[in-house]
């Protein structure tokens, strides 16, 4: 039944090429922790963009009773937190795996250094590991201040100000994530809201794109 | 004789080379090695990987429901900050003295960017063909000293951290329905107590007085002879109307 499926698609799509694009080419020995144990440092990778994957559906779910308002925001997060079924893991996984996400997205860049992995002609995908790198880090700032509790409302505050003393485009920066030249508050929550969930993860799709499409273009680097 | 499937690929990537003359790394098919399809062999093994890092997770997330503090108070000016552990570096580099104050533009912007920057450029910083660490040592030991760096300012952050304030800083507070025609109360508003401790008892100069715990007899001693910065002396009534003040502060409790 499914092969039948696959047989109608494919005669009209031609989609096995695409297929073999994703999924047909050889694993080398030095990256097979089956063969060497010591060669688990190549499973970081992997394992950032499984949490990745885990904070995008976990982000999904909060989101169905997050409320990005300065009234409602923690009265919501504490409700989800408190009464609604499961919603401690749902949260508890999304907040451990933004640890975990940085985690692991560090323990890879230290591999990929250290194995010189980065050099011609892998020079490209190295750039836009770094930018995966920021994009990370930008979720991590917004995403500490959506609960609107103590800890995010003063840690944005030091966090914005940081933002400020950049010479000359300071100020501009400051008021474009704040909202607003002296408040941090209502359009501060909503835009960390929608950075959060709509920008970076945006950003963030894109460059993950691109880091796999040219990991598939060139290859696992070779053994050292 | 092309080399791998019949093709010539620059270095050991799968990008055809076009001219032959390789000053590259060799590509896989130079290494005899037991290298497998990744579908679905290796992908099984991914899963594998995988299941076992989900099961720390859970363990992770079960163990330990993650914080949430009281509502955000804009006014209160006491609460020392906290980024997330993964930033307190560079809180840490902002608190010293040629990095912060006049000098914030070099622990804010100056020390990053640099940091930043030369992680972004490492590829065209570091341009030779090898690749084994101990024969690139000026990038490995910068590296090295950057990782030693982020461990120590760290380090220095968690441990200068008054962690028991932090806690109790960002508690929930509940609050507690105050009944302002209760005689304990009107006792309460009488007395000098409401100047410290707040209209609703919410502290203020003074400790919060709801869930506090303590008996009646407990909090008549202390409005008598006071506690930490409370001076004696502060109640100045009858014993009856005591009675009913203690008993009053000693019944708010959040449900």
Same mark, same amino acid.
């Given at each position: 039944?499914?092969?039948?499926?696959?047989?109608?698609?494919?005669?009209?799509?031609?989609?096995?090429?695409?297929?073999?694009?994703?999924?047909?080419?050889?694993?080398?020995?030095?990256?097979?922790?089956?063969?060497?144990? @010591?060669?688990?440092?190549?499973?970081?990778?992997?394992?950032?963009?499984?949490?990745?994957?885990?904070?995008?559906? @976990? $982000?999904?779910?909060?989101?169905?009773?997050?409320?990005?308002?300065?009234?409602?925001?923690? #009265?919501?997060?504490?409700?989800?937190?408190?009464?609604?079924?499961?919603?401690?893991?749902?949260? $508890?996984?999304?907040?451990?795996?933004?640890?975990?996400?940085?985690?692991?997205?560090?323990?890879?860049?230290?591999?990929?250094?250290?194995?010189? @992995?980065?050099?011609?002609?892998?020079?490209?995908?190295?750039?836009?590991?770094?930018?995966?790198?920021?994009?990370?880090? $930008?979720?991590?700032?917004?995403?500490?201040?959506?609960?609107?509790?103590? #800890?995010?409302?003063?840690?944005?505050?030091?966090?914005?100000?940081?933002?400020?003393?950049?010479?000359?485009?300071?100020?501009?920066?400051?008021?474009?994530?704040?909202?607003?030249?002296?408040?941090?508050?209502?359009?501060?929550?909503?835009?960390?809201?929608?950075?959060?969930?709509?920008?970076?993860?945006?950003?963030?799709?894109?460059?993950?794109?691109?880091?796999?499409?040219?990991?598939?273009?060139?290859?696992? @680097?070779?053994?050292? | 004789?092309?080399?791998?499937?019949?093709?010539?690929?620059?270095?050991?990537?799968?990008?055809?080379?076009?001219?032959?003359?390789?000053?590259?790394?060799?590509?896989?098919?130079?290494?005899?090695?037991?290298?497998?399809?990744?579908?679905?062999?290796?992908?099984?093994?991914?899963?594998?990987?995988?299941?076992?890092?989900?099961?720390?997770?859970?363990?992770?997330?079960?163990?330990?429901?993650?914080?949430?503090?009281?509502?955000?108070?804009?006014?209160?000016?006491?609460?020392?900050?906290?980024?997330?552990?993964?930033?307190?570096?560079?809180?840490?580099?902002?608190?010293?003295?040629?990095?912060?104050?006049?000098?914030?533009?070099?622990?804010?912007?100056?020390?990053?960017?640099?940091?930043?920057?030369?992680?972004?450029?490492?590829?065209?910083?570091?341009?030779?063909?090898?690749?084994?660490?101990?024969?690139?040592?000026?990038?490995?030991?910068?590296?090295?000293?950057?990782?030693?760096?982020?461990?120590?300012?760290?380090?220095?952050?968690?441990?200068?951290?008054?962690?028991?304030?932090?806690?109790?800083?960002?508690?929930?507070?509940?609050?507690?329905?105050?009944?302002?025609?209760?005689?304990?109360?009107?006792?309460?508003?009488?007395?000098?107590?409401?100047?410290?401790?707040?209209?609703?008892?919410?502290?203020?100069?003074?400790?919060?007085?709801?869930?506090?715990?303590?008996?009646?007899?407990?909090?008549?001693?202390?409005?008598?002879?006071?506690?930490?910065?409370?001076?004696?002396?502060?109640?100045?009534?009858?014993?009856?109307?005591?009675?009913?003040?203690?008993?009053?502060?000693?019944?708010?409790?959040?449900?």
């Amino acid at each position: 039944m499914l092969n039948k499926i696959y047989d109608w698609v494919d005669e009209r799509l031609d989609i096995t090429p695409i297929w073999r694009d994703i999924a047909d080419h050889e694993v080398p020995e030095h990256v097979n922790p089956a063969h060497h144990f @010591s060669a688990f440092v190549y499973c970081f990778g992997g394992l950032t963009f499984f949490v990745t994957v885990i904070q995008i559906l @976990s $982000g999904m779910f909060l989101t169905m009773y997050y409320v990005p308002d300065i009234e409602n925001a923690w #009265k919501s997060v504490y409700y989800l937190q408190n009464e609604v079924a499961f919603g401690e893991i749902v949260r $508890g996984m999304h907040h451990w795996g933004a640890s975990l996400v940085i985690v692991m997205m560090f323990l890879h860049t230290l591999r990929v250094f250290f194995t010189g @992995s980065y050099k011609k002609p892998r020079e490209l995908n190295w750039i836009v590991g770094v930018l995966i790198f920021c994009v990370m880090l $930008g979720l991590g700032f917004t995403g500490y201040l959506l609960p609107w509790d103590m #800890k995010a409302l003063f840690a944005t505050k030091v966090g914005i100000q940081i933002a400020a003393s950049v010479p000359f485009i300071g100020e501009l920066i400051k008021i474009l994530l704040a909202g607003d030249a002296t408040i941090i508050g209502a359009q501060t929550l909503t835009r960390f809201f929608a950075i959060h969930v709509f920008f970076l993860p945006a950003g963030l799709l894109a460059l993950l794109a691109a880091h796999f499409i040219m990991i598939r273009r060139q290859g696992i @680097s070779g053994p050292l | 004789m092309h080399k791998g499937k019949g093709m010539k690929f620059v270095g050991d990537s799968r990008v055809q080379e076009k001219n032959n003359k390789s000053v590259y790394p060799p590509d896989y098919s130079e290494y005899p090695g037991k290298t497998e399809p990744f579908w679905p062999d290796f992908l099984l093994k991914e899963w594998m990987v995988g299941a076992v890092f989900l099961v720390g997770y859970l363990i992770l997330t079960v163990a330990h429901p993650s914080p949430l503090e009281g509502q955000a108070d804009p006014t209160n000016t006491g609460y020392i900050p906290m980024p997330d552990w993964y930033f307190l570096f560079l809180y840490q580099l902002l608190k010293y003295e040629y990095a912060s104050g006049p000098y914030n533009t070099i622990g804010a912007i100056v020390v990053p960017a640099i940091a930043i920057g030369a992680l972004m450029l490492a590829p065209f910083l570091d341009r030779g063909p090898e690749r084994k660490p101990l024969k690139r040592p000026l990038p490995v030991a910068f590296m090295l000293l950057a990782l030693a760096s982020m461990v120590y300012l760290t380090w220095e952050s968690v441990v200068n951290h008054d962690w028991a304030a932090a806690k109790k800083q960002g508690q929930i507070v509940k609050e507690v329905e105050i009944d302002q025609e209760d005689p304990g109360y009107k006792v309460y508003a009488k007395q000098s107590c409401i100047n410290c401790h707040g209209d609703k008892l919410q502290g203020g100069a003074g400790p919060n007085l709801t869930n506090t715990g303590l008996s009646p007899d407990e909090i008549a001693k202390i409005a008598h002879e006071g506690k930490g910065g409370m001076p004696p002396g502060q109640y100045k009534g009858s014993d009856e109307d005591l009675q009913k003040l203690a008993k009053f502060i000693s019944e708010l409790k959040a449900e």
